[in-house]
């Protein structure tokens, strides 16, 4: 059996599809506060997946699920992602993201379960002192996102010292795009990312879509970012894993397409795609933004064999579809 943690969430979801389509065996631990009820309802009726309701911050919710089930390996996504929240609620950021895994990884010892893929991102690197950004790429965050999932890797480090914990770490780029038949999707309460923003806009009467800032040192002013599909993500998770039971040793991939679309781009993909105008303008700079930040991912496709196959008018689509579905409910 599978452990998802997270996989109500947006990345989790289209990873335990990908799991149930794989043929294993999942139990998915979400505590719902920002994963969707409807999403597990929706996983459900896909695969024969169990849910567990329960909070990392208590181990004895987790405690739970290790007695309950034979856990083979975990997938850990469950974390809070928002870079400007971390800011001004850095306690909420190190409780659940840094204390909460502590928490699973100390169950997992106890429970002899010596496999772990965990959700890191490239913002543990920081401002980029060169681009494209490989795995040797030093790590020094500017947030306490950034930082606290920097802490995990290293805790993921030490239990691998410690107790022989083997952790794959795979750290995301920016990830777009929903599952190709629009049953899960990208789905925040608040919504801060950039394409479904985009799309967004061009729901109901008089929103404009705001691009933030053009003033950065790139060719056109706009944030360059590496805009990977959500769907091929998740089929990293599932080589991460085969890989973790092959080889049996840790180790860090990133991943990404290693192409930088600036905003301005990816607007125009979006017009492109939707066949429409969509009302913009351009406001302030969004603090904390890198001017440009994209992958070399080379290590991920020649040791884990991941060949990512979705473009960004793939993603754009995709999520577009999904944004129709959601503005439904
Ligand atoms: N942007 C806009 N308008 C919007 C939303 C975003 O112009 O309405 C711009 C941002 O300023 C940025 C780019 O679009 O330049 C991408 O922004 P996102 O919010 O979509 O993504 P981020 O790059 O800020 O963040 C993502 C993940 C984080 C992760 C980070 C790593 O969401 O979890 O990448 O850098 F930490």
């Not at 969707?36 to 169990?50: A, F, S």
């Not at 899960?184 to 801060?192: I, K, L, Q, S």
């Not at 950065?216 to 091929?232: F, L």
């Amino acid at each position: 059996m599978i452990l998802i943690t997270g996989g109500a969430g947006y990345i989790g979801s289209h990873t335990v599809i990908n799991f149930i389509n794989a043929g294993y065996d999942i139990v998915v631990f979400d505590n719902l506060e920002n994963g969707h009820i409807e999403t597990i309802e929706t996983l459900q009726k896909i695969g024969n997946i169990k849910f567990e309701k329960g909070d990392l911050r208590n181990i004895e919710d987790i405690e739970k699920v290790f007695n309950k089930y034979k856990i083979d390996a975990v997938i850990h996504f469950a974390a809070f992602a928002l870079v400007g929240e971390s800011v001004t609620n850095p306690g909420k950021y190190y409780r659940n993201n840094a204390f909460g895994t502590l928490n699973l990884l100390d169950t997992m010892v106890k429970h002899g379960v010596k496999k772990i893929v965990f959700s890191s991102t490239c913002a543990t690197y920081g401002e980029p002192k060169y681009t494209p950004i490989d795995e040797k790429h030093p790590q020094s965050p500017i947030n306490p996102y950034g930082t606290s999932k920097l802490m995990v890797e290293m805790m993921m480090k030490e239990y691998d010292i410690a107790y022989g914990l083997k952790s794959i770490k795979l750290r995301y780029f920016n990830v777009a795009g929903c599952d190709s038949l629009s049953r899960v999707g990208e789905w925040h309460e608040p919504e801060t990312h950039l394409i479904p923003n985009i799309l967004k806009s061009t729901f109901g009467e008089g929103k404009t879509f705001k691009i933030f800032g053009n003033d950065y040192d790139t060719p056109d002013g706009t944030c360059i970012r590496d805009y990977v599909n959500v769907e091929d993500l998740a089929q990293a998770h599932r080589l991460a894993l085969e890989y973790l039971n092959r080889e049996n040793k840790s180790d860090v991939f990133n991943l990404g397409t290693e192409k930088g679309d600036s905003v301005k781009n990816v607007f125009d993909s979006c017009e492109k795609v939707l066949g429409q105008k969509i009302p913009v303008e351009v406001v302030e700079r969004r603090a904390g933004d890198p001017a440009k930040l994209y992958a070399d991912a080379n290590k991920a496709k020649t040791v884990l064999g991941w060949k990512p196959a979705k473009t960004l008018e793939n993603s754009i689509a995709s999520a577009y579809e999904w944004e129709k579905t959601l503005s439904k409910r």
